[in-house]
């Protein structure tokens, strides 16, 4: 009787220590926000500082389920890397007319249809405000930006200022890039900030952009008119596709 009391007694210790030295880790879940093809309209808080996170392995190997996660703005802060003026270059147009002549309804009724939390009318409101511009189109190459007015174009050189993370009140987050000019250019800003859903290098497929003479803190607040550019080579009709695609 005495040896199975020690026994017992000796079971209860051990488990003791185990139970001690085994502590349960709890993540905290992340909101999933909905990828859409704009940056979240709400007030935003920047959470880090300028990024200097360039990497020379520009090999990414994410898997499609991590591209979305990426495009929803879930993502590591480590995760981001700086990218060159490059990730962004060729020749690209405003949709806004496209949004003004109708080409784009399609694309408001499949929200509307979809996500249910606004109706057409107020969708096109909403996008009239983003997308709004009097640059019709944009060209990139090498180290300088053409933006078109009128069929005028206005050159800048321009130089990496590194990347800005931001978190919007939806949960949402996003990388804005930031260049800035070189040097004086006339009709052109001195400011330039990126967002394409990607953060880390590679080659934009379209862009939302933010430019101005205002510093890049001043422009990190502008939420509400986002331009946004596909490829010039692309129809009305193909840029529908890639935007329902998303």
């Not at 017992?8 to 859409?36: H, R, W, Y």
């Not at 933010?210 to 193909?238: A, I, M, R």
Request: proline share 3%; net charge negative.
């Amino acid at each position: 009787m005495q040896k199975e009391l020690i026994k017992s007694i000796l079971v209860f210790f051990l488990l003791g220590i185990i139970l001690t030295g085994c502590q349960e880790k709890v993540d905290t879940p992340v909101e999933n926000a909905s990828p859409d093809s704009e940056p979240a309209s709400s007030e935003s808080n920047s959470e880090t500082t300028y990024g200097t996170n360039h990497s020379d392995d520009h090999n990414h190997s994410h898997n499609d389920e991590k591209q979305k996660e990426i495009y929803s703005g879930i993502f590591e802060d480590d995760e981001v890397e700086d990218r060159e003026l490059s990730d962004w270059k060729g020749d690209w147009q405003s949709v806004f007319p496209y949004l003004l002549d109708g080409t784009l309804d399609e694309v408001l009724q499949k929200k509307v249809e979809t996500k249910k939390d606004k109706t057409f009318a107020e969708y096109k409101e909403y996008y009239k405000v983003g997308y709004e511009t009097d640059i019709e189109r944009i060209v990139i190459k090498d180290n300088t930006i053409t933006f078109y007015k009128n069929g005028e174009g206005k050159t800048g050189e321009y130089k990496y200022h590194g990347y800005e993370i931001l978190t919007y009140e939806s949960g949402n987050r996003g990388v804005r890039y930031l260049f800035d000019l070189v040097g004086e250019a006339d009709g052109v800003p001195k400011h330039v900030q990126f967002s394409d859903h990607s953060i880390y290098p590679t080659k934009a497929e379209h862009y939302h952009i933010y430019f101005g003479d205002e510093d890049h803190v001043t422009l990190l607040k502008e939420l509400d008119n986002w331009p946004t550019y596909y490829f010039s080579n692309l129809s009305g009709e193909e840029i529908v596709e890639e935007m329902n695609a998303h």
